[in-house]
């Protein structure tokens, strides 16, 4: 294996061939300023405190910009901007509010490059996932709804539906940009205008979305973003003028955001955690269930809410099943986020990393046998290998609770009934993959899996017109397609 001693080279697996270094320029993200204030009103406006936070990259652990901390002040006049705005955003045709949408969805086409070498130097993923997946989903979330800003009243929701007005929106920072789309697209629509923070990891794609806002000479106050931790959160989703409140994050604090909306009047929808099964039956094609099972929990370093973090395997094809995904473990490219040959990018955050490590280190404890592929990680940075749990129980932890980093646990079944009961033993009930080539055991199992989101013979596969969003502990509401339009509407 060639030797890699810091984050700027890549780690670069022994095989067929090596593969030589691929870097993007992180000059293609364009200026990064050193501080940041809030988007206020169509303007860059300072906090009215004085506190800041830091945002560093993850892959080198340099400090990257300061921004500012969202105070109650802060938050009341970004709301008061929007409140202001809604009167004339909403009395617009629905023509006029899909002109804006376009041409933002074509300003973030324009820029995506530049966008995607900022999310990963942000957020630690790899570039060929911000450049290949996530921006072009974060364009084609615009282009959709802007289809259907003027056919509101075909979208089964009655006859001239009304939008809510102010939306308060926290998004993650597992996917910064693309969990913006999902939530301002939809509202601009519907005629609501938005408040939006962003994670306080990750904000920088939200403030160049800012400008991206302005560029497309957005009316001022529809858009306005404020930076902060869970303090400015907790804030917006407080603030009295607020009338729907959208949130995707972990679910001890959608619970928290449940209790405190109870009795208000404000719609609520929440995206939450999720311990999704991924199910191989005996008959299913182990090269392609190898490769949905890499996609299910690797990508993104495994920060994915409907990541595939528990393998169900059918018992008779286990041995040749994990054969074939240990050989494939170890040609995953651990490295640089900016090389694009990089497979597995930098985990987020030093705080994520220790999560990870201790949920790891429990699984051992508890008798599970742990295996990860040899690789050498870089010497600065927040790093994680790609690693298996076998021998693996319903009661171990890394079975039951969500570890949102690449760590798989492997589970074995005999009959469906099997499966099933154990792939619904968990609180949540995000997504779930199924893998056989029988179309009617495909149709009874996603029938009776407890799981909002069921794939068949394939995982994490995503579209804006396809709706997305689970229920037990894993939230309600829907994001996308269709249904992801009644969330901002007065129904």
Same mark, same amino acid.
């Given at each position: 294996?060639?030797?890699?001693?810091?984050?700027?080279?890549?780690?670069?697996?022994? +095989?067929?061939?090596?593969?030589?270094?691929?870097?993007?320029?992180?000059? *293609?993200?364009?200026?990064?300023?050193? !501080?940041?204030?809030?988007?206020?009103?169509?303007?860059?406006?300072?906090?009215?405190?004085?506190?800041?936070?830091?945002?560093?990259?993850?892959?080198?652990?340099?400090?990257? *910009?300061?921004?500012?901390?969202?105070?109650?002040?802060?938050?009341?006049?970004?709301?008061?901007?929007?409140?202001?705005?809604?009167?004339?955003?909403?009395?617009?045709?629905?023509?006029?509010?899909?002109?804006?949408?376009?041409?933002?969805?074509?300003?973030?086409?324009?820029?995506?490059?530049?966008?995607?070498?900022?999310? !990963?130097?942000?957020?630690?993923?790899?570039?060929?996932?911000?450049?290949?997946?996530?921006?072009?989903?974060?364009?084609?979330?615009?282009?959709?709804?802007?289809?259907?800003?003027?056919?509101?009243?075909?979208?089964?929701?009655?006859?001239?539906?009304?939008?809510?007005?102010?939306?308060?929106?926290?998004?993650?920072?597992?996917?910064?940009?693309? #969990?913006?789309?999902?939530?301002?697209?939809?509202?601009?629509?519907?005629?609501?205008?938005?408040?939006?923070?962003?994670?306080?990891?990750?904000?920088?794609?939200?403030?160049?979305?800012?400008?991206?806002?302005?560029?497309?000479?957005?009316?001022?106050?529809?858009?306005?973003?404020?930076?902060?931790?869970?303090?400015?959160?907790?804030?917006?989703?407080?603030?009295?003028?607020?009338?729907?409140?959208?949130?995707?994050?972990?679910?001890?604090?959608?619970?928290?955001?449940?209790?405190?909306?109870?009795?208000?009047?404000?719609?609520?929808?929440?995206?939450?955690?999720?311990?999704?099964?991924?199910?191989?039956?005996?008959?299913?094609?182990?090269?392609?269930?190898?490769?949905?099972?890499?996609?299910?929990?690797?990508?993104?370093?495994?920060?994915?809410?409907?990541?595939?973090?528990?393998?169900?395997?059918?018992? !008779?094809?286990?041995?040749?099943?994990?054969?074939?995904?240990?050989?494939? #473990?170890?040609?995953?490219?651990?490295?640089?986020?900016?090389?694009?040959?990089?497979?597995? +990018?930098?985990?987020?955050?030093?705080?994520?990393?220790?999560?990870?490590?201790?949920?790891?280190?429990?699984?051992?404890?508890?008798?599970?046998?742990?295996?990860?592929?040899?690789?050498?990680?870089?010497?600065?940075?927040?790093?994680?290998?790609?690693?298996?749990?076998?021998?693996?129980?319903?009661?171990?932890?890394?079975?039951?609770?969500?570890?949102?980093?690449?760590?798989?646990?492997?589970?074995?079944?005999?009959?469906?009934?099997?499966?099933?009961?154990?792939?619904?033993?968990?609180?949540?009930?995000?997504?779930?993959?199924?893998?056989?080539?029988?179309?009617?055991?495909?149709?009874?199992?996603?029938?009776?899996?407890?799981?909002?989101?069921?794939?068949?013979?394939?995982?994490?596969?995503?579209?804006?017109?396809?709706?997305? +969003?689970?229920?037990?502990? !894993?939230?309600?509401?829907?994001?996308?397609?269709?249904?992801?339009?009644?969330?901002?509407?007065?129904?």
């Amino acid at each position: 294996m060639a030797k890699n001693k810091n984050a700027a080279e890549p780690v670069r697996k022994s +095989g067929l061939f090596e593969y030589a270094p691929a870097p993007e320029s992180p000059a *293609a993200a364009g200026d990064i300023a050193t !501080s940041y204030g809030h988007f206020i009103n169509g303007e860059f406006a300072d906090s009215s405190g004085s506190e800041a936070l830091k945002t560093v990259n993850p892959a080198t652990e340099q400090v990257l *910009a300061e921004f500012a901390q969202g105070t109650d002040e802060d938050v009341d006049r970004a709301v008061k901007a929007a409140r202001k705005a809604f009167a004339d955003w909403s009395a617009l045709p629905g023509s006029e509010r899909a002109k804006y949408l376009f041409r933002i969805a074509r300003i973030i086409q324009e820029r995506s490059r530049e966008l995607a070498v900022l999310e !990963s130097i942000d957020n630690g993923k790899p570039i060929k996932e911000t450049r290949d997946v996530d921006l072009p989903l974060v364009a084609a979330h615009f282009f959709y709804y802007a289809g259907w800003a003027d056919k509101l009243d075909f979208a089964g929701y009655g006859p001239s539906p009304k939008p809510l007005g102010v939306a308060g929106q926290v998004i993650p920072w597992n996917f910064p940009l693309m #969990m913006l789309a999902w939530k301002i697209a939809p509202a601009l629509a519907t005629g609501n205008t938005v408040v939006l923070k962003p994670a306080e990891t990750t904000p920088l794609t939200a403030l160049r979305f800012a400008e991206i806002c302005r560029q497309a000479g957005l009316p001022k106050g529809v858009v306005n973003i404020v930076t902060g931790d869970g303090r400015t959160g907790a804030a917006l989703t407080a603030h009295p003028d607020v009338n729907k409140v959208a949130f995707t994050g972990s679910t001890p604090v959608g619970r928290a955001i449940a209790k405190q909306l109870a009795g208000t009047r404000k719609k609520l929808s929440l995206e939450l955690g999720g311990k999704a099964a991924n199910i191989v039956f005996d008959d299913a094609p182990i090269d392609q269930a190898v490769e949905g099972i890499v996609n299910g929990i690797f990508f993104n370093q495994g920060h994915v809410c409907c990541a595939g973090s528990r393998l169900l395997v059918q018992e !008779s094809v286990q041995d040749e099943l994990l054969d074939a995904l240990k050989r494939r #473990m170890a040609t995953l490219r651990v490295g640089d986020p900016l090389d694009k040959n990089t497979d597995i +990018g930098a985990i987020n955050s030093a705080a994520q990393l220790a999560r990870i490590t201790e949920l790891a280190t429990a699984g051992e404890a508890e008798g599970a046998e742990r295996w990860a592929p040899e690789c050498e990680l870089p010497s600065a940075g927040y790093w994680f290998r790609p690693t298996l749990f076998t021998g693996v129980s319903q009661a171990h932890r890394i079975a039951r609770e969500e570890i949102f980093g690449p760590v798989l646990s492997v589970l074995t079944f005999r009959t469906p009934a099997e499966a099933l009961e154990k792939a619904n033993n968990t609180p949540y009930g995000l997504s779930a993959g199924i893998w056989t080539e029988k179309g009617s055991r495909i149709l009874w199992m996603a029938d009776r899996l407890k799981a909002g989101v069921v794939w068949a013979n394939t995982f994490n596969k995503f579209d804006p017109t396809s709706p997305f +969003g689970g229920y037990k502990e !894993s939230g309600y509401g829907r994001e996308g397609g269709r249904h992801g339009l009644e969330a901002y509407l007065d129904v």
